[in-house]
């Protein structure tokens, strides 16, 4: 499968994954989606990202959570969407299963990527 296959297919997934947050009653907002290749060194320079980002092949996007109006940071709040979103598709990453947890992340897999 070529990486433009793959993102349109990402891009069906991450529609169904929020047509089911509002029919489930969370709300969401677009926290990162693409990331440039520098944007993703300068964040793993300081600790809080990876130079080989998904993110910069346009196969991850990072959703900010709200229950009742209220913002979910945490990892817990995401699990519901985490394990919906690990159902669409056998190449859905949640970031809740990462070693570092990073509960509001969904992406892709590729070439070894996550």
Same mark, same amino acid.
């Given at each position: 499968m070529t990486l433009s296959e793959k993102q349109r297919r990402f891009t069906e997934c991450i529609g169904k994954l929020i047509s089911w947050c509002y029919e489930n009653g969370f *709300?969401? &907002?677009?926290g990162d989606a693409f990331r440039s290749p520098e944007q993703a060194a300068a964040n793993a320079a300081a600790?809080?990202?990876?130079a080989n980002?998904?993110? &910069?092949?346009r196969l991850a996007v990072d959703f900010n959570l709200f229950v009742d109006g209220?913002?979910?940071?945490? &990892? *817990?709040s995401h699990r519901p969407l985490g394990d919906y979103w690990k159902s669409l598709d056998p190449d859905?990453?949640?970031?809740g299963d990462f070693k570092r947890q990073?509960?509001?992340?969904y992406s892709f897999s590729h070439e070894g990527r996550a």
């Open positions: *709300e969401l &907002t677009f600790g809080t990202g990876i980002s998904v993110h &910069t092949i209220a913002y979910k940071a945490d &990892t *817990e859905a990453r949640w970031g990073d509960g509001n992340h």
